[in-house]
């Protein structure tokens, strides 16, 4: 980072580090929780044969408005949504910068809990938005009066929450959104709700796509990178009133969804059968991960999510290399005595299970 010191960038970018989970290569990757079980065959036929037809017109620009693509989306996510309540980008990342760039920006102010998506202060840097960092208990959980509490005090433009949250993997009850929604009014803040993770929890779960009618300050944001294990393909989006995309159409580059991306994601919806089969057996793995974590003494955090977060370590360093010393990668968060690992198929999970139990033992 020391070259930088020498080139004209902007005094907020300076010192920064950025987003950089290890990509290493490694047997057994638990590290960014993406659906490990890979794209099954029929729907790789599928999307093959959708790119394959796209290519056709790919002298052309594709359709700005990826209209069938949202109409798709708007099917998927059901609760009576159309598809202008729906809007897309490359990754559900490049949605959340939208967002900040049409309502955050120079002067204004966005506000999330830690520990959360560490993308979030980031994007708030990159688009000049403050990032103001919110409180949770000690046991990382986040009640409806705490946090409409923190709304009313730092009236900022935009709340992010992310539910089930990353790292902890736990979900936000609807009386949090709906507390913060209300605490909102004041400062009239965008309130986004990152469900990354949503088709992962626990059955009864409620989304907060079913809070969507009548606030039109909420967003719920979804991506196909984790549950519909199609994290290469980049393919975010959200769910809001229509006149939230009208606000996005204003900040995003023209065509920013590639022809490819567009057939990829359309033929990956058609086939949502087939790539969210496997849903089921991560929540078994997710579940067995906390059980068996228990029983080695350790603290895992309830799990909506397709990762476990747990502390009690008393050396998680040693841990962590460890593992990678026997070709496991997890994520070191960077919170003290914790570490978090995705949950992978049974003989992924196996592996890390029992390399754990070794390394606790030594
Ligand atoms: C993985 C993840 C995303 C997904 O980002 P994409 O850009 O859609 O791949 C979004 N939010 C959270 C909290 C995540 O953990």
Redesign the pocket.
Known sequence: MERLNSLPLRDDLRGQHPYGAPQLDVPILLN??ENTHGVPEDAREAILKAVDAALTGLNRYPDREFTELRRALAGYLGHGLGEDNIWAAN????VLQQILQAFGGPGRSALSFPPT?S?YPLLASGTGTRYIAGERADNYDLSAASAAEQVSRHAPNIVIL?SPN?PTGTALGADVVEAVYEAGEASQAIVIV?E??AEFAHTGTPSALSLLPGRERLIV?R????AFAL?GA???YLAAAPEIADALRLVRLPYHLSAITQAAALAALQNSTSLLANVEAIKVQRDRIVQELRGMGLRPAPSDSNFVFFGGLQEPHRIWQGLLDKGVLIRDVGIPGHLRVTAGTEAETTAFLTSLRTLLAA
């Open positions: 960014v929780n990754g559900s990342n490049e998506y993308m992310c990353n990152d990354a993770y944001s991506t196909m990178s984790k994290a980049r393919l975010g």
